[in-house]
């Protein structure tokens, strides 16, 4: 079997060689595809091998986004010359943009498909810093764009669908990211004796984080045995050592496996997010069996059925966050049932690294 080339572009920092649950993923798409990888360095890691060419950091921090986006059509357009695929697929529709400007340095003939995890407004309105708010309308600008004028569109939920659908394209694909779940898919355990609630994520705007702090705030006095575990890193770091000084824990970083027994811990992730992609967190917690308190944004609700496997309010409504919180922390047979609820709902998010690359490979075709 002839395996066709494909260059696969992204912002993604990884490191070399990779750790197990990213290997797999490449050594799959190794199976189905000839893969070569651009994308970012973590830093300390080595840079190339035989898939991976990886662009290191640039100092100072502030400056390496800019840097690499501004290098990136001119390192892919080298890539499509040296390398000469039939296909370059983009995490996102600003690397679908790069790789389109690239293919017109390059005059290579390669087809460029942009794949859709989240709405791309987030990123310059709801992420890092206020300054990327400057550029709202021309990253909405290139977006959208690159969407329209790349040779596919891959999206990966109902929610990242739609949007494609609304700039007048339809997706040539839809099926779920890789991800690794080893450490969630053994038996979960039952509910400890105190409730907790758990979040997971980066500590940015499009989280609601604040909106979070908020609601805590209304609801810890209702659910006194009850508390809150923040685990994430971001620029909203106030917000999270404020929630501390109320009494929450905070742990900056935790693995995988650190992740699921947190949610052993807890009886129910809280994702009160404005925006949210794929919601891998989600997948994570239904394989944990646990409830997921969330909002009625992004892909939660392709996810989570309101009164089945969680329970669903509106974003900007701190009063009502906190009312499905202590709704849950304080009825253990809800918490378990909407758990059980989340379980049984986990399947069609779940597939192998090989399924994955025999998606993409079709995809390709």
């Known amino acids: ?146 969407i329209r004028h790349a040779d596919a569109v891959r999206t990966v939920s109902p929610f990242t669908a739609g949007l494609v659908r609304e700039l007048g394209v339809e997706p040539a694909a839809d ?52 508390s809150l575990h923040l685990v994430g890193r971001g620029t909203r770091t106030d917000v999270a050592e404020a929630l501390v000084r109320d009494g929450a824990r905070w742990d900056r970083e935790l693995t995988p496996a650190e992740v699921a027994a947190a949610m052993d811990a807890a009886w129910a992730l809280v994702l009160p997010s404005r925006s949210e992609g794929m919601g891998r967190v989600l997948v994570e917690a239904f394989c944990r069996g646990r409830a997921v308190v969330g909002t009625r944004a992004g892909s939660i609700p392709d996810l989570v059925v309101d009164g089945e496997s969680g329970l669903l309010v509106d974003p900007d409504d701190p009063a009502a966050l906190a009312d499905a919180l202590v709704r849950v922390l304080s009825d253990r047979a809800l918490a378990e049932r909407l758990g059980a609820g989340a379980r049984a709902a986990a399947g069609p998010w779940l597939q192998t690294p090989e399924e994955y690359a025999r998606r993409t490979r079709e995809l390709v075709a």
């Open 175 to 226: 099926f779920p990211a890789y991800m690794e779940l080893d450490p969630f898919v053994v038996p979960p355990a039952p509910p400890p004796e105190r409730p907790v609630a758990l979040f997971v994520g980066v500590l940015e705007a499009y989280k609601n984080v604040d909106g979070l702090a908020a609601a805590w705030r209304l609801a810890a006095p209702r659910v006194p045995d009850a």
């Open 1 to 146: 079997m002839t395996r066709p080339r494909v260059l696969l572009v992204s912002r993604t920092r990884y490191r070399l060689p990779p750790e197990p649950r990213v290997a797999a993923k490449f050594d799959a798409l190794r199976e189905e595809l000839d893969v070569r990888v651009l994308a970012s360095a973590a830093p300390g890691s080595l840079t190339n091998d035989e898939t991976f060419a990886l662009v290191p950091p640039v100092r100072p921090r502030a400056l390496d986004g800019l840097s690499f986006w501004l290098a990136l059509p001119w390192r892919t357009a080298r890539m499509l010359r040296e390398f000469r695929p039939r296909a370059v697929l983009c995490q996102t529709a600003y690397d679908g943009a790069a790789a389109l400007l690239a293919r017109r340095i390059a005059r290579v003939p390669a087809r460029v498909v942009v794949e859709v995890h989240g709405d791309w407004r987030t990123s310059t309105r709801l992420y890092g810093s206020s300054s990327r708010r400057l550029l709202g309308r021309v990253g909405d600008t290139v977006a959208a764009t690159a």
